[in-house]
Structure formats: structure tokens, C-alpha cells
């Protein structure tokens, strides 16, 4: 497949106790380990974007790149990481697709649809939505458009994702809620609650 996954994963923790996010623990493995797992069958391969010390996420197994643009300028910046690494390290893969890593019931089958959204709407690029809610951070990216991205954060200080997509032909794909919003993401001790019961439950009806 000709797809870069990408893992967003520079959010910290401040509402849980602080530390990267990636890194709290959910049914007793980080966050991180979910989202690989996750998006590795969906993908090429699996990069990690964060800032830091990369050695940090050494038992993962999988590259870290840092933001290329200085400044903790907001998800976008992760996207562009992903596309000029792709550029430089694995010119065979002509798209990225990001998750965040804070969001461990994303879709299986995420990139299969964002992929298929923008080759039948003729799309330039594709993002999740979910009961009637954009979420712009699970998208799909040609890297092609790294040149434009990188000018839109460095020389026109463009911030908000839909600020930059808006420019283009979007696709929006819609995705089912069922016993839980896929793109449910964890912010606050009491989401991790929830998502560690709803893990504990599907656990038992995967026994059942």
C-alpha cells in the first residue's frame, strides 16, 4: 500500500496527571500500543509523530519524527512531519493517513474509506466525521501537498486544520456510532474510566 500511517502523538497529559498521553496506561498497555495495533493493518507502515526525546518510545519499535516546524504550531505540523519524512525516507508512499493517539476505537477500517471517499468524489484529500462532528485529525493527506502546507504554517501562520483544508476539494466521511463514538478520545481521568470499561466489556463479549 502506498499509505503512511501517522500517530499523533504529541498531546500531554495535564488533566491526567501530566507525562505524554501516548504513554497512560489503557487495559494495561500505553495508548500508543492501542493506535499501532490499531492502524497498522490499514497502513504501509507506522511512524510516530512527536517531540522530544525520541528514545523514549524505543520499545515501539517504530520511527519518531519530530514537528519540522518549530513552535508547537497544532496538529498540522504533525501532518506536515508525516509528508516531508515521506518525502525524504519512503518516496513510495504518495499519502499519509493521521490518527490521534488519544483515540483508541478509531475504525478498522479508517483508512479503507477515506481512501475509497477521495478516489470516488475525486477529492484532493479526506477527514473522519462522526455524528455530524468533523475530526479533522483523521484524515488523509497526499503528500504532494507539503510544499502548500508548509507555506500555510510558516509564512501565512495558518493554524486551524479546516483553515487549510477548506482551500481544497474535501471529501467527508461519515462513520457510525454504535456501542461507542469511534473517535471518542480521551482527555480527562474520567474518560479513561470510560474507555477502560468499554474495553473490559467488548473483552467479554469477544469471550462470550
Same mark, same amino acid.
Given at each position: ?10 498531546? $500531554? ?10 504513554? !497512560?496506561?489503557?487495559?494495561?498497555? =500505553? ?6 495495533? @490499531?492502524?497498522?493493518? $490499514? ?10 526525546? #525520541? ?8 520511527? %519518531?519524527?519530530?514537528?519540522? %516546524?518549530?513552535?508547537?504550531?497544532? #496538529? ?14 519512503? =518516496? ?11 483515540? #483508541? ?7 479503507? @474509506? ?5 478516489? *470516488?468524489?475525486?477529492? *484532493? ?16 493527506? #497526499? ?11 510558516? *509564512?501565512?501562520? %495558518? @493554524? ?20 461507542? *463514538? =469511534? ?5 480527562? =481521568? ?12 467488548? !473483552? ?5
Amino acid at each position: 500500500m502506498n499509505i503512511l500511517g501517522v500517530i499523533l502523538a504529541g498531546g $500531554q497529559a495535564r488533566r491526567l496527571g501530566g507525562g505524554d498521553k501516548a504513554l !497512560k496506561e489503557l487495559g494495561g498497555r =500505553p495508548m500508543l500500543t492501542h493506535a499501532i495495533e @490499531r492502524l497498522a493493518p $490499514q497502513v504501509g507502515q507506522v511512524v510516530v509523530n512527536a517531540n522530544g526525546d #525520541p528514545a523514549r518510545f524505543d520499545s515501539f519499535r517504530v520511527p %519518531v519524527i519530530a514537528d519540522t %516546524v518549530e513552535g508547537f504550531v497544532g #496538529p498540522l505540523a504533525g501532518v506536515l512531519a508525516g509528508m516531508e519524512w515521506a518525502l525524504v525516507n519512503a =518516496p513510495e508512499y504518495d499519502w499519509i493517513a493521521t490518527v490521534a493517539t488519544d483515540a #483508541p476505537f478509531f475504525p478498522e477500517d479508517l483508512v479503507a @474509506r477515506l481512501a475509497e471517499a477521495v478516489a *470516488d468524489d475525486a477529492a *484532493d484529500l479526506a477527514c473522519a466525521e462522526s455524528n455530524g462532528r468533523a475530526h479533522p485529525v483523521f484524515g488523509f493527506w #497526499p503528500v504532494s501537498l507539503a510544499g502548500d502546507l508548509r507555506c500555510a504554517l510558516v *509564512d501565512e501562520k %495558518v @493554524r486551524k486544520v479546516d483553515a487549510w483544508t477548506k482551500r481544497f476539494r474535501l471529501a467527508r466521511v461519515q462513520f457510525p456510532i454504535e456501542n461507542v *463514538d =469511534p473517535f471518542f478520545n480521551i482527555n480527562r =481521568p474520567e474518560d479513561m474510566a470510560e474507555a477502560a470499561a468499554l474495553f473490559t466489556s467488548a !473483552k467479554t463479549a469477544t469471550k462470550v
